[in-house]
Nanobody, 119 residues
Framework: QLQLVESGGGLVQPGGSLRLSCAAS????????VGWFRQAPGKEREGVSC????????NYADSVKGRFTISRDNAKNTVYLQMVSLKPEDTAVYYC????????????WGQGTQVTVSS
């Protein structure tokens, strides 16, 4: 069964950090791009970041530039999203998704992990 599994979410105070992981099973990630998306209550899902299959190209939403870093370890079949200086407005369910390229629509989604930033 092909699936993506996110982990690493939780409750953190403003200014804190979290690292999300996206692990693939049933297939290898090394030939596809992986994106991180998030959906806050009452809002539409938005793209946060994406990394190319090689890891050489990355992009970020303006709202997270300078605070979030996407990376991948193809040997571990995992993509990460390091988040620092978290703000309450970062509170959302975070999803990872497999994409042929970062400009393609995702074709496989994970189940999501909740990130809550609150004092």
């Amino acid at each position: 069964q092909l699936q993506l599994v996110e982990s690493g979410g939780g409750l953190v105070q403003p200014g804190g950090s979290l690292r999300l992981s996206c692990a693939a099973s049933g297939f290898t990630l090394d030939r596809i791009a992986v994106g991180w998306f998030r959906q806050a209550p009452g809002k539409e899902r938005e793209g946060v970041s994406c990394i190319s299959s090689s890891g050489g190209d990355t992009n970020y939403a303006d709202s997270v530039k300078g605070r979030f870093t996407i990376s991948r370890d193809n040997a571990k079949n995992t993509v990460y999203l390091q988040m620092v200086s978290l703000k309450p407005e970062d509170t959302a369910v975070y999803y990872c998704a497999a994409q042929i390229h970062c400009y393609n629509k995702p074709h496989l989604w994970g189940q999501g992990t909740q990130v809550t930033v609150s004092s």
